[in-house]
């Protein structure tokens, strides 16, 4: 018979339910600019292949016990914890694109894609109609956090597949394991002013259980990173994961760094800016965490006055081995991929459908200037 243990994890009993060292994949929010993420994962992915003699079938599944995304971020990580490749994600995103990014388009038809339209089933045919967040359903290879925005609550809430957690508990009648993983990927990328909020009932019988959701990159998690850390190690979720540099390794990847120049010259001009001034000063906050708590290995400078925070000393211990990715998207960065000929402002759009190809390039460019297995240490022996 089975032990509880063995019920909560169903086939993923033998991968999660003793101790082993971990690996976390945490990744930024950022709209269509996921682009350059799944880029920056494609080359990672081929690495780790070929670096783990492995055969055409690995996936990053394989390879990192922990997934976590905000925004577009969440879209990727819900792909990546069911068994989808970078490739095959990244083909999601240059064909649908426009159906999920582009406000133009959305706002004309917002009506029909959210309530019966092809956004609606394309996010029900990716991650499945009936696949909701408990991790014993089959669906899932690893496990998974979503960052949403409760705005009934006005709270952050990171919702995972954890079994241990507390609101994961099968005996509660708003357990988060009966939320459906589309309506919470959708949840996460209700942008507002570009996306209606998503409303999920979390306890039919219990009219205050139902809540409203908007975008996970108005939380200060856009960079998910220092978050996944804590939910993996913190006792309040049960995983309690060891610390140690050789014990646990995050690796966090974002959607290109696009601090907005100038001024706010009216009004109109302010709000269209802000959303990005915000999740640009928030992935910075979350990055400077992981990078003082943790060791980093890589990482582009973080200001003049903090470098890039790669500690010179290697005799101290920290609580995880720490790896940073992410473009440059200014003017000076771009030149320094030998991309001068794009236009930093046209590809620091969040809505950027346009320039997918661009895109591409700016990720492809950043992958093969930044991605490394060596930066694994030792996570990435056979």
Partial sequence: MADATTSLWGNLENRYAKPSNRKILALDGGGIRGVITLEILKKLE????????????FRLC??????????????????????????????????????????AFLLKK????????????????????????????????????????????????????NPLARYNDKKRPDNNQK????????????APAYFPPETLE???????????????????????????YRMATHPAYKLNWEKGEDKLLVVSVGTGSAPSGGE?????????????????AMQVDQDINCRTFGRCVFGNVIDRELGDMIPENA?????????????DLSEHGLKALGLGDLDPEKVSQMDSVK???????????TAKAQVNVDHLGPFSQA
Avoid at 81 to 102: A, N, P, Q, V
Avoid at 140 to 146: A, N, P, Q, S
Avoid at 152 to 160: E, L
Avoid at 264 to 280: A, D, F, K, S, V
Wanted: no cysteine; proline share 4%.
């Fill in 315 to 327: 005799t101290t211990q920290r609580d995880f081995r720490y790896v940073r990715y992410n473009a």
């Fill in 110 to 161: 917002w009506k029909s894609l959210y309530e019966s339209g092809p956004l609606l089933k394309m996010l029900q045919d990716t991650f499945g109609k009936d696949t909701n967040m408990d991790i014993a359903n089959g669906k899932f290879k690893t496990l998974l956090t979503v960052v949403t925005m409760n705005r009934t609550t006005d709270s952050p809430w990171p919702i995972s597949n």
């Fill in 62 to 103: 394989d390879y990192f016990d922990y997934f976590g995304g905000t925004s577009t971020g969440a879209i990727i990580a819900a792909g990546l914890s069911i068994g989808m490749s970078s490739k095959e994600l990244l083909e999601f995103y240059t064909k649908k694109g426009k159906d999920m990014f582009d406000k």
């Fill in 179 to 190: 939320i459906k993983l589309y309506q919470l990927v959708r949840a996460s990328t209700a």
């Fill in 355 to 365: 320039y997918i190809k661009d895109l591409q390039r700016v990720g492809s460019k």
């Fill in 46 to 57: 081929n690495d780790l292949r070929e670096k783990l003699d492995k055969g055409p079938d």
């Fill in 202 to 228: 979390w306890d039919a019988k219990d009219p205050k259980k139902t809540f409203v959701f908007v975008d996970g990159g108005v939380t200060p998690y856009n960079n998910p990173a220092f978050l996944l």
């Fill in 264 to 280: 706010y010259r009216n009004l109109g001009n302010t709000l269209m800016q802000l959303p990005n001034n915000l999740m640009y």
